[in-house]
């Protein structure tokens, strides 16, 4: 696959507040790009310089292999703040504002049916459901029928169902062939969408890979959670196939043999009462990272 998007040693600072700290990547075709990390890491100001919106101190954006250029507005899509949109208008006439801005808009009635906004068409825009409104920023972000499109913390607040609608939504997108680049507090949902992600921290990327390319790297296959850690060994007292930590006050075992790891316990008497046995996230990745779990 090719490049379409690439940056190269970004730095930024808010007066002599440095937020963005030689973050270089690199977007595919036809990908799905996640930037992961706390609060104030650095995300959506890294998101804004790969717009053309924020002009880097250092470094530079590339698409399709050349600095971003006037015309960069109109090839890519960004997904907009409710906020901004008038009062007066219906969900419809969102749409239509929208497309009035571009030489050659996507069929609209195509683009409703995509995002699902049939129910919401004739509502005011203030009026429809979350779900619904992320689906429209999401439509408004696609009438130029763009190759590459930014959406920051797309499904912030959306319950579980509108969550996993959405996501159904930009794997349709990705199918299409565009590109995406996302920032999200989610892990499951990197972790369903992304092709590749880059964590950040305090304005550093702290890794940047595929996400089962990461976790392989980083973890056994299962990772057994016991709802306690009294006297569980630790270190020299466990067999080399296991890995095991007290966490959270949970006592964790990593293996790559889930039964092995259950006879082990019970030799050694440990009530396996609460046993949880699942396979490593990228919420475990960070942990290990940075020592801390993600504050939303
Ligand atoms: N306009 C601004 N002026 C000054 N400081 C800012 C401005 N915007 C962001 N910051 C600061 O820059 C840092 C990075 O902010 P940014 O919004 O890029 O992080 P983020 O990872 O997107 O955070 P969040 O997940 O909370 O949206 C934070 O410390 C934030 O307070």
Known sequence: MSSILIADNLNYSYAKHHVVKNVSINVEQGSCFGLLGPNGAGKSTTLEILEGIKNPATG???????????????????????????????????????????????????????????????????????GQRQRLLLALSLINDPQLIFLDEPTTGLDPNARMAF???????????????????????????????????????????????????????HILTLPFNVNCPVDSAVPQTFRTR??????IVECNDAQQAITWLNGLNIPITGLNIRPPNLEDLYLKLTGSSFAI
């Open 60 to 130: 530079q954006v590339l698409y399709k292999g050349l600095p971003l250029s006037k015309s960069y507005s109109k090839h890519i899509g960004i997904q907009f703040q409710m906020t901004a949109l008038p009062d007066y208008l219906k969900v419809r006439d969102c749409l239509h504002l929208f497309a009035s801005f571009y030489d050659n808009p996507v069929d609209i009635e195509q683009l409703i049916s995509l995002c699902l906004l049939d129910d919401a068409i004739d509502q005011f825009h203030y009026q429809i459901s979350g």
């Open 167 to 221: 996501w159904q939504l930009l794997s349709n997108i990705k199918k299409q062939g565009k590109t995406i680049v996302l920032t999200t507090h989610y892990m499951e949902e990197a972790q369903h969408l992304c092709d590749k992600v880059a964590i950040i921290n305090a304005g550093e990327i702290v890794v940047k890979q595929p996400p089962q390319t990461l976790l392989k790297a980083h973890f056994l296959n």
């Open 246 to 251: 007290n966490q959270g006050g949970h006592y």
